[in-house]
């Protein structure tokens, strides 16, 4: 019954940055914690982000430590990963990710997905 519905990717040169969204078409948006994964062709889906229901706690990948940033808007229902410093290895697509529990959203076993947006990084 939750639909996410990812927005921003596209192509980028290297060293540049993209903010991705994800909007959440329920009220109770605040409910869940929230991650972002990734997968690359011939790759499993990956973990990249993760951050609690009230943005206390927050986890990342460490191949994007230092470079990306996860946050979220409860009152626009609204996910968001800044992506500073991109790099090739970050091309894939990118997928956001909603559960009751946090421990889930560190895995890749959330129960709601979007369907995913492009991120192209250029050399």
């Known amino acids: 019954q939750v639909q996410l519905v990812e927005s921003g990717g596209g192509l980028v040169q290297a060293g540049g940055s993209l903010r991705l969204s994800c909007a959440a078409s329920v009220h109770t948006f605040s409910d869940y914690a929230m991650g972002w994964f990734r997968q690359s062709p011939g790759k499993e889906r990956e973990f990249v982000a993760a951050?609690?229901?009230?943005?206390?706690?927050?986890y990342y990948a460490d191949s994007v430590k230092g470079r990306f940033t996860i946050s979220r808007d409860n009152a626009k229902n609204t996910l968001y990963l800044q992506m500073n410093s991109l790099k090739p290895a970050d091309t894939a697509v990118y997928f956001c990710?909603?559960?009751?529990?946090?421990?889930?959203?560190?895995?890749?076993?959330?129960?709601?997905w979007g369907q995913g947006t492009q991120v192209t990084v250029s050399s």
């Open positions: 951050i609690s229901w009230n943005s206390g706690s927050t």
């Open positions: 990710a909603a559960d009751y529990d946090l421990k889930v959203v560190r895995t890749t076993t959330p129960y709601y």
